[in-house]
């Protein structure tokens, strides 16, 4: 299949043809006609695969084929788990717009909040956005959504993870068009939380689900490493760096104070390596990003926050420092590696602290692991005996702890009753005018990252 066979606009067509793309891939293949014609959609594939185009395409021809339901409304809203992701994904939809009469805007959290209102009240058609501080605009009647046609959900186990329930059900309730569409999209889909909110929020939504999220990404290499403790890891990382070649290397570690402690020892060696650290503000993160996306540093380390959905096409190494707390993120945090067909090394320490993740990790790939070793730093570790009750840990199985500093996640049951009763506005035409309100709230509480 070509994208010629889709029947899209010649005007993205020629942005397809400008990104050099001439087929689809599998998850757009399937995800573009169904999105076109319609349908509410949940829809999976594995990281890399895609996705990103399979909803940007569809709600562009939507708003170039069909009249606003609304004249100040916006239309199409995209909904991300973090701010790097959102950006990702408003620079491959401005490739778009910019060549049409359409706006786009990015609302973010930890960016000036009085900024923000100003673009929103010049009534974009787009609005790419983080759910808390979209919800806060939301809540002060900064812009209204009964007029929006497309709401997609982007990764969102990852934004039912970080504690969003509330902001997301505030969202749909006040999306409240009888012709509203739903596209949700994850690399994990079969995460319970998801499905209950999928429930909720989608009309009779098609499923697609190309492969599972945890099939072998074929184009990634998988090497374990046993470790004594934290010593003998900086070791290992020690020697891997100075004995491989790699590109870019992204090291994954358990907390965010040894993202600062591993990256200055890293520096201390010579080592272009910078932190992505809770601690910093978001010009700093911003920044952070930036260089490393341009290929100013080497190495990046971080906690999982960097592990979802990141385009970054030069990691050629992902390196878990630690082990992923959820087998599940161990998938994400490797998907950063070996994106749009290029190779990728994926290496994991494994010490006696990690030894529960790395059985949950080994148990989803299916597989069991034949450790490597450097020469002369074998592990005097060999492993943990096997507990008596095995069982695969997922994020929804520890709701409450690992909701990050979400404020209210209400439990999703409950929400499930509002989005039934929620009413809807139907045909009617939305006719409102703004409410200026005062604009008192500097700065919202930044939720939008762990
Ligand atoms: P996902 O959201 O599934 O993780 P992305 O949408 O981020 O994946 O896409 C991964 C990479 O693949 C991006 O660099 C993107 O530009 C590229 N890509 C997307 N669609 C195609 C296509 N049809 N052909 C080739 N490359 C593509
Ligand atoms: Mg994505």
Same mark, same amino acid.
């Given at each position: 299949?070509?994208?010629?066979?889709?029947?899209?606009?010649?005007?993205?067509?020629?942005?397809?043809?400008?990104?050099?793309?001439?087929?689809?891939?599998?998850?757009?293949?399937?995800?573009? &006609?169904?999105?076109?014609?319609?349908?509410?959609?949940?829809?999976?594939?594995? *990281?890399?695969?895609?996705?990103?185009?399979?909803?940007?395409?569809?709600?562009?021809? +939507?708003?170039?084929?069909?009249?606003?339901?609304?004249?100040?409304? &916006? +239309?199409?809203?995209?909904?991300?788990?973090? +701010?790097?992701?959102?950006?990702?994904?408003?620079?491959?939809?401005?490739?778009?717009?910019?060549?049409?009469?359409?706006?786009?805007?990015?609302?973010?959290?930890?960016?000036?909040?009085?900024?923000?209102?100003?673009?929103?009240?010049?009534?974009?058609?787009?609005?790419?956005?983080?759910?808390?501080?979209?919800?806060?605009?939301?809540?002060?009647?900064?812009?209204?959504?009964?007029?929006?046609?497309?709401?997609?959900?982007?990764?969102?186990?990852?934004?039912?993870?970080?504690?969003?329930?509330?902001?997301?059900?505030?969202?749909?309730?006040?999306?409240?068009?009888?012709?509203?569409?739903?596209?949700?999209?994850?690399?994990?889909?079969?995460?319970? /939380?998801?499905?209950?909110?999928?429930?909720?929020?989608?009309?009779?939504?098609? #499923?697609?689900?190309?492969?599972?999220?945890?099939?072998?990404? /074929?184009?990634?290499?998988?090497?374990?490493?046993?470790?004594?403790?934290?010593?003998?890891?900086?070791?290992?990382?020690?020697?891997?760096?100075?004995?491989?070649?790699?590109?870019?290397?992204?090291?994954?570690?358990?907390?965010?104070?040894?993202?600062?402690?591993?990256?200055?020892?890293?520096?201390? =060696?010579?080592?272009?390596?910078?932190?992505?650290?809770?601690?910093?503000?978001?010009?700093?993160?911003?920044?952070?990003?930036?260089?490393?996306? =341009?290929?100013?540093?080497?190495?990046?380390?971080?906690?999982?926050?960097?592990?979802?959905?990141?385009?970054?096409?030069?990691?050629?190494?992902?390196?878990?420092?630690?082990?992923?707390?959820?087998?599940?993120?161990?998938?994400? +945090?490797?998907?950063? *590696?070996?994106?749009?067909?290029? =190779?990728?090394?994926?290496?994991?320490?494994?010490? &006696?602290?990690?030894?529960?993740?790395?059985?949950?990790?080994?148990?989803?790939?299916?597989?069991?692991?034949?450790?490597?070793?450097?020469?002369?730093? =074998?592990?005097?570790?060999?492993?943990?005996?096997?507990?008596?009750?095995?069982?695969?840990?997922?994020?929804?199985?520890?709701?409450?702890?690992?909701?990050?500093?979400?404020?209210?996640?209400? &439990?999703?049951?409950?929400?499930?009753?509002?989005?039934?009763?929620?009413?809807?506005?139907?045909?009617?035409?939305?006719? #409102?005018?703004?409410?200026?309100?005062?604009?008192?709230?500097?700065?919202?509480?930044?939720?939008?990252?762990?």
């Amino acid at each position: 299949m070509q994208f010629s066979d889709l029947g899209l606009e010649n005007s993205l067509m020629s942005t397809v043809e400008h990104l050099g793309f001439t087929e689809p891939t599998e998850i757009q293949q399937k995800a573009i &006609p169904a999105a076109m014609s319609g349908h509410d959609l949940i829809a999976s594939s594995k *990281t890399g695969s895609g996705k990103t185009l399979a909803f940007i395409l569809p709600a562009m021809q +939507r708003l170039l084929k069909n009249r606003a339901l609304s004249k100040k409304d &916006p +239309r199409v809203l995209i909904l991300m788990p973090t +701010r790097e992701l959102a950006k990702q994904v408003y620079s491959q939809l401005r490739m778009f717009t910019s060549a049409s009469q359409f706006k786009a805007v990015l609302i973010l959290g930890g960016e000036n909040f009085n900024d923000q209102v100003k673009t929103l009240e010049k009534d974009p058609h787009f609005i790419v956005a983080t759910p808390g501080r979209l919800a806060d605009h939301l809540s002060q009647g900064h812009f209204y959504l009964n007029g929006l046609e497309l709401l997609i959900l982007d990764e969102a186990d990852r934004m039912l993870d970080l504690g969003f329930a509330t902001q997301l059900t505030q969202i749909n309730n006040a999306a409240d068009h009888r012709k509203r569409q739903t596209l949700m999209f994850s690399a994990t889909l079969d995460h319970a /939380q998801v499905n209950d909110f999928a429930l909720a929020l989608l009309k009779k939504p098609k #499923r697609i689900a190309i492969g599972s999220a945890y099939t072998e990404h /074929q184009d990634i290499t998988k090497r374990f490493y046993l470790s004594d403790n934290l010593t003998h890891k900086e070791a290992l990382l020690e020697h891997f760096l100075a004995n491989e070649t790699y590109q870019q290397v992204i090291i994954f570690t358990a907390t965010r104070s040894d993202t600062d402690r591993l990256a200055n020892i890293l520096i201390e =060696k010579g080592i272009s390596a910078s932190a992505l650290s809770g601690e910093l503000n978001q010009g700093q993160r911003n920044q952070i990003m930036d260089s490393f996306c =341009k290929g100013q540093n080497k190495v990046l380390v971080t906690t999982d926050l960097a592990s979802r959905g990141l385009d970054l096409l030069n990691v050629s190494h992902v390196i878990n420092f630690d082990m992923p707390k959820h087998a599940e993120e161990y998938v994400h +945090r490797i998907g950063r *590696t070996g994106r749009a067909g290029s =190779k990728g090394d994926a290496i994991s320490f494994v010490g &006696p602290k990690d030894w529960l993740s790395f059985k949950n990790v080994e148990g989803l790939l299916q597989q069991t692991t034949q450790f490597d070793f450097f020469n002369g730093l =074998k592990a005097k570790f060999t492993g943990l005996k096997p507990k008596k009750t095995k069982k695969i840990k997922t994020s929804s199985d520890s709701k409450s702890k690992n909701q990050g500093k979400s404020k209210s996640a209400l &439990p999703v049951k409950s929400n499930i009753k509002t989005f039934l009763l929620a009413k809807e506005v139907g045909d009617m035409p939305v006719l #409102r005018k703004k409410k200026a309100l005062p604009v008192d709230k500097i700065e919202s509480s930044d939720l939008e990252e762990s």
